[in-house]
């Protein structure tokens, strides 16, 4: 039960960084949406070792030109630097950008 709880407590971590990066960048990157709840399909790749699903890949790569944005949040900087994101970003076919 233990592992359960941990995992629902790491999950409502992400979703809050999320939702607070969200706020900061709606308006920063010119003609994309974004909004990284929309990377909601990612979270299970994130959280875990599975694969992303196509559908991570399609609104990671939607969200491209606003990944310097998210970078610059310290909170989302390190969800994007982290392992798991590193190996969704290779399975997607994605560079890190050079901010």
Known sequence: ???GVA???AWCAVVMVVALVAAEAQDTA???NCNPMELAPCLGAIMGTDNPAP????????QVPCFCNYLKDP???QIIDSPNAKKI???CG???PSC
């Open 1 to 3: 039960m233990k592992g």
């Open 30 to 32: 010119a003609g994309a």
């Open 7 to 9: 995992s629902f407590v």
């Open 55 to 62: 559908e991570c890949c399609q609104k990671l790569k939607e």
């Open 94 to 96: 994605l560079q890190r």
């Open 89 to 91: 970003a290779a399975v």
């Open 75 to 77: 909170r989302a900087g």
